[in-house]
């Protein structure tokens, strides 16, 4: 509770949209005013961060070059669970995860000892769950099976009982 991360499209930024951090001293103190998160951003869409349970990992989604097509989902990946700024250069997660659609805001589940039935993720890994389709108003919910330092581990499935002929998007399992 001593990091808060968003999204913003605040001056001193580096793209249309960029992933900020802000930090305080104690749960009761006041928040410091944030900083952007230049190692992670780019001069591209970048947004819907998403921390693992163990804070080593950050997932995001971004339109920057180097993706599948759309926006894809980035992971990066940092030593020290309580360094807000040493983060690494993220990296694309693949064509397990993205297509050429767009795939949006990323949600990671540690899921300890227990199997995810819709990812097929083994016991001490994890799932991800995210939006997929053409564009922010229109997609459906996926889950990809992930390892604990944040590499698939299959390709994503679509989570078919909870979609419908409307957008869904933006999932967030509670753990």
């Known amino acids: 509770g001593l990091s808060l ?13 960029d992933i900020w951090v802000s930090q305080r001293r104690c749960a009761d103190c006041p928040w410091a ?16 961060p998403s921390l ?11 339109d920057r070059p180097g993706g599948h097509g759309g ?15 040493g983060w ?10 993205n297509t050429s659609a767009s795939e949006f805001t990323p949600h990671y589940v540690q899921t300890g000892d227990f199997y ?3 990812a097929g993720a ?25 390892t604990r330092d944040g590499q698939t581990a299959g390709p994503a499935v679509l989570v078919g009982e909870l979609n419908s002929n409307t957008n869904d998007a933006s999932p967030t399992v509670r753990t």
């Open 122 to 146: 083994p016991a001490n890994a994890g799932a991800l769950y995210f939006g997929r389709g053409p564009d922010v108003a229109s997609q459906d919910m996926y889950v990809a099976p992930l």
């Open 52 to 62: 693992s349970t163990d804070g080593h990992l950050l997932f995001f989604h971004s």
């Open 71 to 85: 926006t894809d989902i980035w992971v990066s990946r940092r030593s020290s669970p309580n360094d807000d700024f």
């Open 5 to 17: 991360y968003f999204v913003s499209t605040r001056p001193g930024g580096l793209g249309m949209t």
């Open 33 to 48: 005013p944030p900083v952007n998160l230049a190692m992670v951003n780019s001069a591209f869409a970048d947004g819907g």
């Open 88 to 97: 690494e250069p993220p990296i694309n997660l693949g064509e397990d995860v």
């Open 116 to 118: 995810v039935e819709n």
